[in-house]
């Protein structure tokens, strides 16, 4: 079926070590994010497995077999790629087509499969359109039926939704879990927003700079992040990071402190700040509060907090949910 | 794409062109700078000896060089400042929404795509002719002395005539340059309180100041070599009034039948163009980068 | 050139045809697997390769002159098509390589990938996605190469006498009034331009992109 499994790959551009030594395993049906910041190699990681790149060292395993020498098309993988890369000049019937046609399935075969894929993705009434005549979201469809009609073991996702306006990108992000859900095959999914990892992945990789920093699944990460790097990435707002004496206090070099951990208080706490911006949702109540010695503290509470840029409040932080942190970053 | 067996592909794919380009370049230079040092005449061949800078001292003697030189220089300057000028009056003009835009367009632009030996006789014969011309014609209505253009100002009618042909090439290119202004920034400029004039001389001519540099560098490496126009017009006369380097050249070669005279003018027009290039060659590089 | 040559007009407008097209299609079969490889498969050294081709547009004709026309005299080529349509194909071709490079460039990498990742075999590549996607590009370039090889007007002078005279050089034989002189320079001169100022129409925009080398779209 569809499980992957990385041996040792390692991917340079001349003496520039993209990717120095990765190994990874990946079940079948799983829903993999590879995230990370810009250039933390994760695009490379995929083309690798999808065969798009040479790998330079190291074995790319498919169903236990060997694909490392194989060419992409062989590997059994359909790709969605950031710019969707649909062909111009067909209509979306041939473009979703164009992979059986490929294969040299015959003409009502093709027809079926493209009608069906059609029918899941809401494409039945666009099919005779060109690209150029489709909206953004619909033009990720299609790409996305172009990769479905192969049944293919695994799907890549290089980054698909970054080219979409927020409210798409959510709509998309909730197509695309449940067609995972539909379909059951292996989905690998790259992306730099942690938000679309938290939400869609059974597990996740937190990469940087071609090293895996952690492994895990969405919740695993949030609760026990292995190191600084993991902790701050995932999570929003962002965790506030605390050393010196402050940390010290709590027995570690560095301490994590995520937003929602706090109590809030305008009468008394464990540290007294004043309120640089309040961000105030309805649901929830952002706070960026300026606290003498420790700096900036980023805080988040359900519901209404009423106060105003000036104002003084006290924080307290969850002693239950600190993340301490060593002098190397390391989860303590 | 990335994947290794395509680069050696891609070395086979370019060699024909690269190969046959050098040729090109590397042969009949070589001789040219070869001949450029010989005394050599085609009507008496087998007479060819060396001759040192012989050559080049004649040319750079004869007073028709020099003449050659100037018009030249004249003919390259006077045809860039008409046509960049009115290419610009052109552009701003053709970028107005008006009834027609297609049709002003296609006459605008006809002329580039007329060939140099039809327009130049057209010029010649039914413009610029003292007896039937249609100048002549329009001098004795309006009362004045018909000019034989291409005699008494044989230079300045032969740029008219070049520019003729040079000012849709330079319009075309300024009107795509326009058109690539992003309208938000010309109403930028409007709520920041810019009048027409200030927008032209602040917005608008700063965003075709490299498409003008393009203009003027390309322009200049074909009037360098202008040939048919004075060819079938003037034939460089009277006396070397209208000959420009090329055509200089060109006499030397095909009518003087000196190779070596010839090839020396032809190394020195290298040079010259060498200089523009330079310059061009740079510009476009850079614009690669991005 | 003698008078009885100039009734023979047609000869001469066969003659501007068979150049411009054939210099046309030769340079284009060389040019394009070039400019295929720059833009598909970029070394370091591609960038340069690219200015040096243009730097050999920038040779002024009359450098190169003589020795053309001795090697011409020489291997018989003098006044003959297939020396003009040689000729015609070295001057254009940097243009050619340059207008493809161009347009070849805009050809997203992506979509390249997802034929491949599609099955598509470099041959099925070429025909279904590659091919239909070049075409405008070389059909511009076809047309804009074979104006230029249409209205080129030193090398046809220098190099015909009447045999392989294009209409260039055909017209220019014209330079003295005698005879229906306006009616038949009318008549010749319309039927040089006509063609290629409605080719010119088709390709102005490209006509920008090919003469400056890409540096204006």
């Known amino acids: 079926m569809g499980s992957i499994r990385l041996e040792n790959v390692s991917k340079h551009f001349g003496e520039h070590a993209v990717i120095p030594s990765i190994d990874l395993e990946i079940n079948d049906g799983e829903f993999v994010v590879f995230v990370g910041p810009s250039g933390c190699g994760k695009s490379t990681l995929l083309r690798l497995i999808a065969g798009l790149e040479d790998v330079t060292g190291g074995r790319i395993l498919i169903d236990g077999d060997d694909a490392t020498a194989k060419p992409p098309a062989k590997r059994g993988l359909a790709m969605v790629f950031q710019s969707y890369a649909l062909y111009p000049h067909m209509s979306v019937r041939s473009n979703i087509g164009f992979p059986l046609k490929m294969a040299n399935l015959d003409k009502a075969e093709i027809d079926r499969k493209v009608n069906d894929a059609a029918a899941i993705l809401n494409l039945t009434d666009y099919l005779e359109r060109k690209p150029r005549a489709l909206s953004g979201g619909q033009r990720q469809r299609v790409a996305i039926g172009r990769a479905i009609v192969r049944s293919p073991e695994c799907f890549l996702f290089d980054e698909p939704l970054s080219n979409l306006d927020a409210a798409l990108r959510v709509n998309m992000r909730l197509e695309i879990s449940e067609l995972h859900q539909q379909l059951g095959a292996t989905s690998i999914y790259v992306t730099h927003d942690q938000v679309e990892a938290m939400t869609m992945a059974d597990k996740i990789v937190v990469l940087r700079a071609g090293n895996i920093e952690q492994v895990g699944s969405p919740l695993e990460l949030y609760r026990s992040p292995a190191n600084l790097f993991v902790a701050g990435f995932i999570g929003s707002p962002k965790m506030n990071f605390i050393d010196g004496k402050a940390a010290e206090e709590f027995g570690a070099h560095t301490i994590g402190i995520r937003p929602e951990h706090v109590a809030l208080s305008t009468e008394s706490g464990k540290w007294m700040g004043k309120v640089a911006v309040s961000e105030h949702l309805g649901s929830d109540t952002f706070l960026h509060v300026d606290v003498p010695e420790l700096g900036h503290i980023t805080t988040r509470t359900d519901g209404e907090f009423p106060v105003r840029h000036g104002d003084t409040v006290f924080i307290s932080p969850d002693p239950e949910r600190l993340y301490r942190f060593n002098a190397d970053g390391l989860a303590a | 794409m990335a994947t290794t067996h395509t680069h050696s592909a891609a070395r086979l794919m370019m060699a024909p062109s690269v190969i046959l380009l050098l040729l090109w370049m590397i042969v009949p230079l070589s001789m040219t700078v070869y001949f450029s040092f010989l005394r050599y005449n085609l009507l008496m061949p087998g007479t060819e000896s060396f001759a040192g800078f012989m050559n080049y001292r004649f040319f750079l003697t004869d007073p028709a060089f020099f003449q050659a030189i100037g018009n030249t220089l004249i003919l390259v300057g006077g045809v860039l400042f008409a046509t960049v000028a009115g290419g610009i009056a052109l552009a701003l003009l053709l970028n107005q929404p008006m009834f027609g835009q297609g049709i002003v367009r296609i006459l605008v632009i006809a002329p580039f795509f007329v060939m140099p030996t039809v327009s130049a006789l057209v010029w010649k014969n039914m413009l610029m002719n003292p007896v039937n011309g249609l100048f002549a014609s329009l001098a004795r209505f309006l009362g004045f002395q018909p000019i034989d253009f291409l005699s008494s100002i044989p230079l300045t009618s032969i740029s008219l005539i070049v520019a003729w042909q040079w000012l849709p090439f330079a319009t075309l290119i300024l009107l795509t340059a326009l058109q690539s202004l992003s309208e938000e920034q010309n109403e930028a400029a409007e709520m920041d309180g810019a009048n027409a004039w200030n927008r032209l001389i602040y917005i608008i001519l700063p965003h075709m100041a490299r498409a003008i540099t393009v203009v003027v560098l390309i322009e200049t490496i074909f009037l360098l070599s202008v040939f048919a126009e004075i060819l079938v017009t003037t034939n460089g006369g009277p006396g070397t009034e209208s000959t420009n380097l090329t055509y200089l050249v060109y006499m030397q070669a095909l009518l003087q039948f000196d190779v070596g005279g010839a090839s020396a003018g032809g190394i020195i027009a290298v040079i010259l163009a060498n200089i523009v290039a330079i310059f061009l060659v740079r510009m476009i590089g850079k614009n690669l980068e991005d | ?217």
Do not use: C
């Open chain 3, 1 to 217: 050139m003698e008078v009885q040559a100039r009734s023979n007009y047609f000869h001469h407008f066969w003659n501007s045809v068979a150049i411009s097209l054939g210099s046309t299609v030769i340079g284009l079969l060389i040019a394009v697997p070039a400019a295929w490889a720059m833009a598909f498969s970029p070394t370091k050294r591609t960038k340069d390769i690219l200015l040096w081709m243009l730097s050999t547009k920038m040779l002024p004709a009359v450098g190169v002159l003589v020795p053309i026309y001795i090697i011409f005299r020489d291997l018989g080529l003098l006044d003959t098509r297939i020396g003009l349509i040689i000729i015609m194909m070295l001057i254009n071709l940097p243009i050619m390589v340059w207008m493809l490079y161009t347009y070849f460039k805009e050809i997203p990498g992506e979509i390249l990938e997802a034929a491949r990742m599609d099955g598509a075999t470099l041959g099925k590549e070429l025909v279904y996605v590659l091919t239909p996607m070049a075409i405008p590009g070389i059909a511009s370039t076809l047309l804009l190469n074979i104006i230029l090889a249409w209205n080129e007007a030193f090398w046809t002078l220098n190099l015909t006498a009447s045999k392989a005279a294009p209409l260039t050089a055909f017209i220019a034989s014209y330079s003295s009034p005698e005879g229906l002189f306006y009616a038949k320079l009318s008549a010749a001169s319309t039927m040089a331009i006509a063609p290629i100022v409605i080719l010119g129409w088709f390709s102005q925009k490209q006509l920008v992109r090919g003469l400056t080398f890409g540096a204006v779209k």
